[in-house]
């Protein structure tokens, strides 16, 4: 998954946590992670924050990303239900799997391109669906779920557009952020390759995570 500029600050509040945790450990295998880089981290962690704050595009924006991630996950379960349809019925299509896989990645401009094509095919092959299990409802859940997603993925791109100016003038800090979180991820996971551990330093494990505490209304991904 692509790290978006507005995940930033959170994918650094959860490796600060860590880093934090398992500082000495990391000062042993190389000793320019210390208190220091810490702090340094914490402050540009806190200046983007602030910064951030100020945007009231940028509220707009996250939740419009998080609408269309709940639209997705929405279109989870009936999918993976037609899906056992598509196979029990002997359709050669894979683009059920296709348009689960790319929400899943959260691309939401492919998984409408291939949502598209399986419309067409649930249109053409109906009867044999439904004789094998598909709800009669099924294509006008698809097309509902195509029309939601299609205006959600608009109105995202719109308050992008609209973010250009800002992240231009503030691209140096999203920067200087980011070699942090790389930083900190990548030493994460070598340290601890092979434990449990390193996947609390591995970027697209952390992400969902990220997603579904959103979701939940919890400022810590880390919280059972």
Do not use: C
């Not at 399986?118 to 009669?136: C, P, R, Y």
Request: proline content about 2%; glycine content about 4%.
């Amino acid at each position: 998954m692509k790290l978006q500029k507005e995940e930033y600050v959170p994918m650094a509040d959860v490796l600060l946590r860590s880093l934090a945790r398992d500082l000495s450990v990391f000062e042993a295998e190389n000793h320019l992670f210390n208190s220091g880089y810490l702090q340094a981290m914490q402050n540009k962690t806190d200046e983007v924050r602030v910064k951030e704050a100020a945007d009231l595009v940028l509220v707009q924006q996250k939740q419009s990303t998080e609408d269309l991630y709940i639209l997705g996950d929405q279109l989870s379960k009936p999918l993976k239900i037609l899906n056992m349809v598509i196979k029990k019925a002997n359709v050669k299509t894979s683009l059920a799997t296709d348009v689960l896989n790319k929400i899943k990645k959260r691309n939401f401009e492919g998984a409408l391109m291939s949502l598209n094509s399986l419309k067409q095919i649930i249109s053409v092959q109906s009867a044999l669906l439904q004789t094998n299990g598909m709800k009669a409802d099924m294509l006008t859940i698809l097309e509902d779920a195509f029309t939601a997603i299609t205006a959600k993925s608009n109105e995202q791109t719109a308050f992008q557009q609209q973010r250009k100016a800002f992240t231009s003038t503030n691209n140096h800090l999203y920067k200087e952020l980011y070699r942090y979180i790389s930083e900190v991820a990548q030493l994460g996971k070598i340290i601890f390759n092979g434990e449990q551990k390193a996947s609390e330093y591995t970027i697209d494990h952390i992400l969902p995570m990220l997603h579904a505490a959103k979701r939940n209304g919890s400022t810590d991904p880390t919280s059972k």
